[in-house]
């Protein structure tokens, strides 16, 4: 891969670097220190949502009540501030970084108008939370009053996302990649610690088989609580390294001469973007909860039946994500900044040429992923859950969601582009479609019986993955004319042979152990799944390795070649 630009910007004090070039002066270690913390986040996340299913179940009647309010912070958040800080900023920062102070007087205003906003939004949502949890959710009664409760513990979280993406975009911004992407660790071991102390204290969902009327304040604030404290740490943490950029960054109020009102303009539309897309989100988890309304009446059945609801929903997506938000997202992060550059120089052929080469480089990844995630389905879903039967409802939840993985991460990446470029109408018109054809699949998910409910929510998921890439495709080229669509869809075919391959050595190797087997050796425990996702997952990647180079998929070595070098100089 080619080295990130560094042309240098007058500033006094001396020569400056572009802050859109990462430190490491290379996009694949950049992305590799990002990767590195986002897969260790990710592995950590893993562990806390198998102590969550521990603790309150996937199929439990308390587990779709906290998963409802705890969705709700990070939503709103979206909904109403996070396009702003995520995808509307870095350009401006970028921007302001050139100046003769490195941006500091803007960044200084950035963060003391974020701090203030986010906290006003923060105090009307938690006094609102009675309203919200009635309008997001299709639960009553008991239940209701316990996801009220939730909510208010989970919603000041708002406040802190907002921190902690602002922060992170700054650091960014500065070509300071890591500390975005590792401090989430420092919030899943916070989330570990609690859930452990939950079970040790509460006992399991396995055990004590929860519910809403036998449900006390202290179990409350162990688990919403210390989801809680976890995010309040995870944005705290990043002050550290932004004062080892030594901006000089002070409480300052006013936007007049800054440009923050180029940034409002600009972010007046993101909103708008924002709220269409994730109302979509909030839209599912009403309909989700349809099937969480049912489930009491259902598990009082002789014998008792267990359905997919809302909590099962989020296990498969937090899955079906991990090829994103591990390899896609850490690379298309670093190639934004690479983007804007680009787009700021009104280097089209640039810009082109790297929508090419990162769609082509982030398919080798979640390609595998998607074959990955449908072979071995059954023990992931095994792994968040407290019985066999449940683990088998995950497992259909999860393949499900695997087959729009990889459109998942294109889509993410040709959305970069707008943004980019600060067009933030184009995602306008692209989330107005998508949402329309969301609603309708939400809303006919909804009129199926209610063990259907979830699973036909995740084919809408998937299916609006694939539909996404289209819409953003034929937009997208039309703006900046073919940027090499035709390679980029030759190589995804070669990928999906070789990853159709390394699913058939994984599918073999999972009958062998029993997967399709109700009695089977997969089934019988956690750590049985994970044996077997272990040995799976290397199979599965040697066999894949080996189609890449039978294929001449030079994509893998682009990306590999540079992190071998600079290891290899490392222990020189």
């Known amino acids: 891969m080619s080295e990130t630009n560094t042309t240098s910007v007058p500033q006094q004090g001396g020569p400056a670097r572009d802050p859109a070039a990462p430190r490491s002066g290379s996009t694949a270690r950049s992305s590799a220190i990002m990767a590195a913390g986002t897969l260790v986040s990710r592995i950590l996340g893993l562990v806390r949502v198998a102590l969550l299913a521990t603790a309150i179940g996937a199929t439990g009647q308390v587990s779709d009540l906290f998963t409802s309010a705890n969705n709700l912070p990070n939503f709103l958040y979206l909904m109403l501030a996070g396009g702003v800080f995520n995808a509307v900023l870095v350009p401006q920062i ?31 949502v938690t006094l609102a939370a009675p309203v919200i949890v009635g309008l997001t959710t ?28 602002v922060t992170g975009q700054i650091l960014n911004a500065n070509g300071s990649f890591g500390p975005y992407m590792w ?69 300052k109020f006013g936007v007049r001469g800054t440009g923050l009102g180029r940034t409002g303009k600009l972010a007046s539309v993101t909103i708008v973007t924002m709220l ?19 489930r009491p009446r259902l598990l009082a059945q002789d014998p008792p039946v267990q359905i ?58 979640t390609v595998f992923g998607a074959a990955a995630l449908l072979t071995f389905a059954g023990p992931l879903g095994m792994l968040f859950s407290e019985s066999a039967e449940s683990a088998a409802i995950n497992g259909v939840i999860i393949a499900i969601l695997a087959v729009g993985a990889p459109f998942l991460s294109a889509s993410f990446f040709l959305n970069r582009v707008f943004y980019a470029s600060e067009d933030v109408r184009s995602p306008l018109r692209i989330q107005l479609i998508l949402s329309v054809v969301g609603v309708v699949l939400a809303l006919t998910a909804g009129t199926f019986e209610p063990r259907l409910i979830v ?118």
Not at 526 to 551: E, P, R
Request: with cysteine; glycine share 8%; proline share 3%.
């Open 276 to 294: 269409i897309g994730n109302g979509l989100y909030l839209l599912n988890q009403r309909v989700a909860t349809i099937a969480s309304e049912a």
């Open 308 to 365: 997919a609801g809302l909590t099962n929903l989020e296990f498969g997506a937090m899955v079906y994500q991990l090829p994103h938000s591990v390899i896609a997202l850490s690379l298309a992060t670093v190639m934004f900044n690479q983007l804007s550059s680009a787009h700021a120089d009104n280097n089209l052929a640039a810009v082109r040429a790297t929508l090419s080469q990162g769609l082509r480089i982030i398919g080798v990844a």
């Open 138 to 165: 299709s639960v009553t009664g008991a239940s209701l009053a316990l996801t009220t409760a939730f909510a208010y513990w989970c919603l000041p979280q708002i406040f802190f996302y907002g921190m902690y993406a």
């Open 94 to 124: 970028i921007r302001a970084s050139r100046q003769p102070d490195r941006g500091a007087d803007y960044v200084s205003r950035l963060l003391t108008l974020a701090a203030a906003g986010l906290l006003v939004l923060t105090v009307l």
């Open 455 to 572: 699973p036909m929510l995740a084919v809408s998921y998937s299916l609006g993955n694939v539909i996404a890439v289209v819409v953003s495709h034929i937009v997208l080229t039309r703006k900046i004319g073919p940027y090499g669509a035709g390679h980029v869809f030759d190589v995804h075919v070669r990928l999906t042979i070789a990853g159709i391959a390394a699913a058939i050595a994984g599918t073999a190797l999972c009958w062998a152990f029993g997967g399709y087997d109700a009695d089977g050796f997969l089934w019988q425990s956690k750590f049985d799944a994970v044996l077997v996702l272990a040995i799976g997952g290397i199979t599965m990647s040697a066999v894949y390795l080996a189609m890449l180079k039978l294929l001449k998929i030079t994509e893998l070595d682009e990306f590999v070649k540079p992190l071998l070098a600079r290891f290899r100089r490392s222990g020189a």
């Open 183 to 251: 401090a989430p660790v420092v919030n899943n071991v916070v989330s570990i610690a609690f859930l452990t102390t939950f079970i040790l204290l509460m006992g399991s969902e396995q055990t004590e088989r929860h519910s809403p009327e036998t449900w006390t304040s202290g179990q409350t604030m162990l688990l919403a609580g210390g989801t809680t404290l976890g995010i309040v740490i995870q944005a705290l943490v990043l002050f550290l390294p932004l004062k080892r950029l030594q901006l000089g960054l002070r409480p």
